[in-house]
């Protein structure tokens, strides 16, 4: 397709004046505006509406394309981001190309930023000077379709990734649940009961864990993990790679005799360092796949070279050693990202005596000691095995400070009320909750705090301070004593306790980046990934087809983050039930007759849409790849590239018109 | 066909464009079988009266080369204009401005400075400088004005063709001369004897990838002989200048330096060069990259060494 | 309880005068928990940043009660300079003279002698007589600036009289400019009194750049937070523990004595949280032959303040609510039989402490610098 040389001489422009309510028509004269319009070049007809997005003004654009045969629309309205779509699929409707329109943004740019109203005037003709300038130079453009694969990949095998897979496996969708742990069940594996009605995390996480390794349409991969992904929406291609497991699940009954067996001793990770696991091994108890890993790095056999104790007691054989790691490619239409949270570790506050004393916790450890599978089957017990008599609960704990995340983690307040009830619950231990602000905003929440009021947990309005274990009197000595103040009563609190839990903020995975750049999402502030709309988007990314569920987007609850699995699974659905999926046509296309093959876009391109055709010495295109940013476009020295719908004529006209009063 | 009237002129250049005709070797016997030269100041006895003589349109091509700087280049620049059918800004000068336009970095006031004051080599007491009119007792002498700015032909006089090169490549002329003898004229406006692609399409060195830590300049290089030089780090602004010499430059292991002028779509050769330069730097820290930036020696006289007059980006 | 009208003036003045981020605050209390004044005398940071987020009557008492330790603001969640709030808030309510009675006599000798201590001018350099103290000039590679706590203090000038033993024992190429030297102002500048902080500033400034001073050494982690912090720059600040760490570290400056004794370290607020120098005193006194080092509980980052910045060395402190008395306290306790400062508010106070506890035999004090001059 080439570009237009030359300016056509004959368009039939319509230009419509959206009022917005007040929004618009109470800064900007319109009726001027309109009688300043009518007399651009090329202008066949002006009309004004109310509320140009409504029913009868998408009426009115239509009607006026058929009656006046226009060759272009304007529409002066809200932000492109609002409406473009809705005033692209008008013109389409009427017979007119989508990208024969173009949106002048009168209101975000003009209208809610300008006071003056002689001003605010002047900017709306210039606005749409530069719309007409530009429209001469508008060409039709072709939309293209291609097919969508059924299959999806789900990242992560937390809750939320579990929730997804289920029920797109239940829609006849073929589900890669790939996680890089041994097991699936993620951070809710580990926690006890669950706020705010207290059921027990395991009995409704695994039954949820079991059918997924039932499910005839799901391909667990677990101890795998994405090393690279290509291809777009639709059509996205992923090398996933086993991880050795050491262990040939196939012939593995999951006896667990191995584990018994292997003389190896290491902290648990999944209890939080409070327990120990062997070398070889499953992350816990109901783990899903049931067969276990070796832990190459500390196993003997690794290090020694003999050991090969699980070998020896391992009937069916299925131990080997020499297993490799092993990539294996998977076509996939669609995407879902729920690779959960990182607990931030409270090292970075050393007043709060986080690895100093061991009686310090964090809330995950907490949680597996709580948990009646955990280290201590469930007792809260101090290091030295005593029951505590006191224990402080620190909220905000590198949470909503500037000093480490300015975010509230939003669990921690519901958390640290459940740790007070099942502390309260199990031991006789008076508790002391250090808070800041009580966030308890969710379904059944605030009436938890008041059982929790009722419960006498003493609640202390202020932020700990510190945590030492100088005693400055006896009956000080050998507890911890929280200093802070209860800024209600106005009172410096020096408050000795045996045991303090923290409430560690929430953090990205440390990985979040790398993940990110490979799945080409980005990250917000905080490290999260980001949603292509906070509200009406929220688990789309700026990647078609690729989605995003739970912690990863932002700290979430476990009924948020179900939520929000099934949310990506019904994108998902929606996606592959369709089948077809438009491609952006404001791809950027190379000029044959121009390019020389220097190479210098094909470094900058950030969707790697851009490879060099060895036979005709000059750079292509794969439109199917190009987001249409113009990155290569405006690098490109020859200006052999150009970016369809923002061509270099249409840019300078635009300007132009923007600038130059005659046109 | 009557043979044709030819005619050449030097303007503010260095001669090398007058050479490269007679670079055409055995081509030059071509020409004067098809052509007569009436006026060439440098190869043939002529005299200005003779031009002022001449009917307009009698000379059916001028090649005119160098850029305009005094009051005497563009005089002539009009004189022939006026006579000849066919105009040819002929070589980078006429074209675009070419080495002598870096003068307009400065004004006359600091040339004449430059020229008859500061430099070491210069003897003269007086402080004289020269004058467009002199009285002497034999008279008034005159000399052309020196202008403030240099000019391309183009923003003289109309000028139907452009044959850039600093000179041009002697196969290209040739190829002009060939179109010439046939007759078949492409559409006036047009720059001939060059490529519409840049001259990476004739650059015989690899490429692999273009990310660059470190720019030197070119004495300062260990060159591979083989690779992208500005993969190596040494400007070469090849990718934003047409193509056409055949790399004469690159051959002999230097850098291309962007006589063949801006890329048809282009519109400013220097932006190109520049934001092509500017787009391989391997780095997103900020202070990395100002460093890397500043490592580029004379970026004026690198990104615009012969186009300043055609410059759309004001620095 | 009386209904109280929030008077904003008053807070838009605060904010305007340097409390800009007056309003960021939380309410959260980790300041006041975290001060080492709440538990002696009850103040409340918090409390005091509330009053002046509504313009209330009272902020005008606690304001004096902070010393400028910094230990809160490390803490705060909020990341608000406090300091910066507590100054501003002094510089609202002290304009007119409603300074306390003592800190009016410290303005006065500042404005008419350039000097918090009532010294006159004409003696400030007295204490070098006698003493090989070169005259700073082109030749010299560092100035050394001398407090005027070491120019007027009896006790202090020791430390002076220490430095120049020190600093020619290593060779350093040093000197110093024997006149026109003022105040660095850094607690004129903490008691809100910004225009005359600005004269203080300006005279010492000149004289460095008049003295085409490229690299200065200060004595008192005060002057060197104020010339690297507050001053225009253009020259290199050491504080002395830095120096002798170099020296010693390069060999310049051999501890060649023996010292058989328990030393433990005070971390004066504005080396440490301030400025962040808290390992090269350390390795100065590790370098000491035979000498047993030990921490205080309270070290580093976590140090007790001696009580005596942010104006409060004049203040009066009563009885049982002196900062340096537990800190001495604190020393004694570990056992350490000399209790090693860096800073001469900290050195003043803790003297007294020792007189206060009868504590004169069991703990000595003394400068770092004086304690590096008994073993080279």
Redo the contacts between chains.
């Keep these: 397709m080439a570009k237009i040389t030359k300016k056509p001489d004959k368009e039939k422009i319509g230009v419509f004046l959206c009022h917005c309510g007040t929004n618009i028509a109470g800064v900007v004269d319109i009726p001027a505006l309109a009688g300043y319009t009518r007399d651009l070049p090329g202008v066949e007809m002006v009309d004004e509406y109310k509320f140009m997005c409504s029913q009868p003004g998408q009426d009115l654009i239509k009607d006026s394309i058929k009656k006046h045969k226009l060759t272009k629309v304007i529409v002066a309205a809200c932000s492109p981001l609002m409406h473009e779509n809705t005033f692209r699929k008008a013109c389409e409707e009427a017979g007119l190309n989508r990208y024969c329109f173009i949106m002048v943004n009168n209101r975000e740019h003009n209208s809610w930023v300008t006071e003056d109203k002689a001003l605010a005037l002047q900017k709306a003709k210039d606005l749409i000077r530069g719309a007409v300038a530009r429209a001469f130079w508008l060409e039709p453009l072709e939309v293209k379709e291609v097919g969508v694969n059924p299959n999806v990949l789900i990242l992560g095998g937390g809750i939320a990734g579990i929730q997804a897979a289920l029920d797109l496996a239940e829609s006849g969708r073929t589900v890669y649940l790939v996680e890089r742990e041994q097991s699936i069940g993620g951070n809710m594996a580990k926690f006890d009961k669950t706020f705010p009605t207290l059921d027990c995390a395991a009995c409704i996480l695994t039954p949820k864990m079991v059918s997924v390794g039932q499910h005839p349409n799901i391909k667990l991969w677990n101890y795998a993990e994405v090393d690279e992904v290509s291809g777009f929406v639709g059509n996205f291609k992923v090398k996933v790679r086993h991880k050795a497991t050491s262990v040939n699940f196939e012939k593995c009954t999951g006896c667990g005799i191995c584990q018994e067996k292997c003389p190896v001793k290491r902290p648990s990770e999944f209890d939080e360092g409070l327990g120990n696991r062997k070398a070889i091994y499953t992350l816990f108890a109901q783990a899903v796949p049931n067969k276990p890993v070796i832990d190459r790095v500390n196993c003997t056999y690794y290090i020694k070279g003999k050991c090969k104790v699980c070998e020896k007691f391992c009937e069916p054989k299925a131990i080997d050693f020499e297993m490799k790691d092993s990539v294996e490619e998977i076509e996939v239409g669609s995407i879902i990202l729920a690779t959960g949270f990182h607990l931030w570790e409270a090292g970075q506050m ?2 709060l005596g986080m690895g100093k004393y061991p009686n310090v916790l964090t809330s995950l450890q907490f949680e597996r000691m709580s948990n009646s599978s955990g280290p201590t089957l469930g007792k809260i017990l101090l290091k030295d095995g005593r029951e505590p008599e006191s224990v402080a609960i620190l909220h ?1 704990t590198g949470s ?4 480490y995340h300015e975010y509230c983690s939003r669990v921690c307040c519901m958390y640290a009320l459940k740790f007070a009830h099942l502390i309260k619950e199990k031991t006789k231990a008076h508790v002391y909750n250090f808070y ?2 009580m966030r308890c905003f969710g379904k059944g929440y605030e009436e938890f705090y008041h059982r929790l009021l009722e419960e006498n947990v003493t609640f202390i ?6 945590v030492t274990d ?1 005693a400055e009197n006896e009956s000080e000595s050998g507890k911890l004593i929280v ?5 209600l009563s ?1 009172k ?3 408050l000795p306790v045996d045991m303090v839990i923290l409430t560690n903020a929430i953090e990205p995975q440390l990985d979040a980046q790398e993940v990110a750049r490979k799945f080409k999402i980005s990250c917000a502030g905080g490290g999260f990934f980001l949603e292509k709309h906070p509200k009406l988007a929220p688990v789309a990314t700026a990647s078609d087809g690729v989605f995003i569920a739970g912690a990863c987007q932002s700290p979430k609850d476990i009924p948020d983050t179900v939520a929000q699995g099934q949310a990506a699974a019904s994108a998902v659905f929606a996606l592959t039930q369709r089948g077809k999926v438009e491609l952006e046509a404001t791809t950027a296309i190379v ?1 044959e ?8 876009c ?3 391109c950030p969707y790697q849409a851009i490879s ?1 055709n060895a036979e005709k ?1 000059i750079s292509a295109i794969n439109d199917a790849l190009c987001k249409g940013c113009g990155t290569c476009a ?7 590239i150009f970016a369809r719908h923002y061509t ?1 004529q249409q840019i300078l006209a635009e300007l132009e018109g923007v600038l130059n009063e005659r046109i | 066909m009557a043979k044709l009237k030819i005619a050449k002129y030097w303007a503010d250049g260095c001669g090398g464009c007058d050479v490269s005709l007679l670079d055409t070797d055995a081509k030059i016997l071509e020409v004067a079988a098809i052509a007569d030269i009436v006026f060439w100041p440098i190869a043939v006895d002529g005299k200005y009266s003779d031009l002022e003589a001449a009917k307009p349109g009698e000379i059916d091509i001028t090649f005119f080369n160098g850029a305009i700087h005094t009051a005497e280049h563009e005089h002539i620049a009009q004189l022939m204009r006026e006579k000849s059918k066919i105009m040819v800004a002929y070589g980078s000068c006429a074209c675009m401005g070419g080495i002598p336009s870096l003068a307009n970095t400065t004004d006359r006031e600091s040339i004449f400075e430059t020229v008859y004051h500061l430099a070491p080599s210069n003897d003269n007491p007086r402080g004289v400088e020269p004058q467009t009119r002199t009285k002497v007792p034999e008279g008034v002498l005159s000399l052309p004005m020196l202008y403030e700015r240099v000019k391309r032909l183009d923003e003289c006089v109309e000028v139907d063709y452009y044959l850039p090169g600093c000179p041009p490549f002697y196969k290209r002329v040739a190829d002009v001369i060939d179109v010439i003898a046939s007759g078949k004229l492409p559409p006036k406006g047009s720059v001939v004897g060059a490529k ?6 004739e650059c015989p060195r690899e ?1 692999h ?3 660059v830590k470190e720019f030197k300049r070119p004495q300062f290089a260990q060159d591979d002989g083989k690779t ?1 030089l500005l993969e190596q780090g040494i400007v070469c602004v ?3 200048t047409r ?1 056409g010499c055949e790399a004469r430059c690159i051959n002999a292991n230097m850098p291309c330096r962007g006589c063949y002028g801006l ?5 400013d050769q220097g932006a ?2 520049l ?2 330069v500017a ?2 730097i391997d780095s997103n820290d900020p202070k990395e990259i100002e460093k890397v930036v500043n490592q580029i020696a004379d970026p004026l006289g690198t990104f615009y060494r012969f186009g300043l007059p055609q410059q759309r980006v004001r620095i | 309880m009386q209904a109280v009208t929030p008077y904003l003036e008053v807070t838009d003045a605060i904010m305007e005068a340097g409390g800009e981020k007056l309003k960021t605050c ?9 001060c080492p004044w ?2 002696v005398n ?1 103040f ?1 940071v ?2 005091m940043i509330r009053l002046s987020q509504f313009g209330l009557e009272g902020i005008e008492k606690m304001m004096w009660e902070c010393s400028t330790c910094k230990q809160c603001e490390v ?1 705060c ?3 608000l300079p406090i300091i910066d709030v507590v100054k501003a808030a002094r510089t609202v309510f002290s304009q007119g003279g409603l300074l306390p009675g003592p800190l009016r006599n410290v303005v006065g000798s500042l404005v008419s002698k350039g000097c918090p201590w009532g010294g006159e001018k004409e003696v400030r350099y007295d204490w070098m007589a006698g003493r090989p103290v070169p005259d700073f000039g082109p030749d010299k590679e560092n100035l050394y600036f001398t407090c005027c706590t070491y120019a007027y203090d009896p006790r202090n000038r020791k430390v002076g009289e220490a430095t120049v033993e020190v600093l020619n024992k290593a060779g350093l190429s040093w000197g110093v400019v024997k006149t026109g030297e003022v105040c660095c102002g850094e607690a004129v500048n903490k008691m809100g009194e910004t225009e005359l902080f600005g004269k203080l500033k300006d005279t010492n400034h000149k004289l460095f750049v008049d003295h085409k001073a490229t690299s200065i050494i200060t004595g008192s982690p005060h002057c060197y937070h104020t010339f690297t912090k507050e001053y225009p720059g253009g020259y290199k600040v050491r504080h002395i523990s830095q120096v002798l760490a170099d020296a010693v570290d390069s060999g310049k400056l051999k501890l060649s004595k023996s010292l058989l004794k328990k030393i433990t370290f005070h971390d004066p607020c504005y080396l440490g949280r301030h400025n962040g120098i808290y390992d090269e005193p350390r390795a100065v006194l590790k370098a000491i032959p035979d000498a047993e080092f030990v921490e205080m ?2 070290n580093r ?2 140090s007790l303040c001696c009580g005596g910045g942010g104006g409060k060395i004049w203040m009066e402190v009563p009885a049982g609510e002196r900062l340096s008395d537990f800190r001495v306290q604190e020393a004694i306790d570990t056992g350490a039989q000399i209790l090693v400062v860096d800073c001469p508010y900290c050195l003043t106070n803790f003297e007294d402490s020792r007189k206060v506890l009868n504590a004169e035999d069991k703990i000595q004090v003394m400068d770092l610098v004086e304690l590096v001059k008994t073993v080279i």
């Design positions: 050393p007043e905000c909503r400070d500037v000093n800041i602000d309005r202020g932020k700990a301070a510190s100088r200093m802070g103040e209860d800024t106005q410096l609190l020096r000029d007759e121009l390019c020389s093959g220097c190479e210098i094909l470094s900058l060099h010495k405006a690098a490109c020295p020859s200006k052999a270099n | 519409d692609k840049a001259l990476c399409e490429r990838e273009k990310k992208c090849g990718v934003a193509g890329l048809p779509e282009a519109m190109s060069a934001s092509a787009s391989i | 939380l309410q959260c209390g980790a300041c006041t928990g975290s709440a538990p009850g409340s918090r409390s803490r969640p909020q990341g509980p309270r980052e976590d």
